[in-house]
């Protein structure tokens, strides 16, 4: 079993930046492919980013490149996502997934993720 515990959200203007973090508990942290997803109101789940186990590879979605980075720290169990030039259209809650692999890969479909995180509201104002 794995927790997933994610920290970092918030209320922030557009054009700012914040840093969301995820620690992970419970399981060897190198096996895990890490990925980070969102929810906004009356929409569905949405994959942001993503990392290999390793942190050698990453996803992400079309609306976010450039703005979003996702890292991890294998020494720290954590993985970060950090989020710049926010808009208001990135308002969500933000959730942490973790799936065991032994591939060095990367996915961005959630129902590859069996550990999920309770969520981070991410409100951006305009």
């Known amino acids: 079993q794995v927790q997933l515990i994610e920290s970092g959200g918030g209320l922030v203007q557009a054009g700012g930046s914040l840093r969301l973090s995820c620690v992970a508990s419970g399981r060897t942290f190198s096996t895990l492919g890490m990925g980070w997803f969102r929810q906004a109101p009356g929409k569905e789940r949405e994959s942001v980013a993503a990392?290999?186990?390793?942190?050698?590879?990453?996803y992400y979605r079309d609306s976010v490149k450039g703005r979003f980075t996702i890292s991890r720290d294998n020494a720290k169990n954590t993985v970060y996502l950090q989020m710049n030039s926010l808009k208001p259209e990135d308002t969500a809650v933000y959730y942490c997934a973790a799936r065991f692999t032994l591939r060095v890969d990367v996915t961005a479909n959630n129902n590859e993720y069996v550990y999920w995180g309770q969520g981070t509201q991410v409100t951006v104002s305009s």
């Open positions: 990392i290999s186990r390793n942190g050698g590879s990453t």
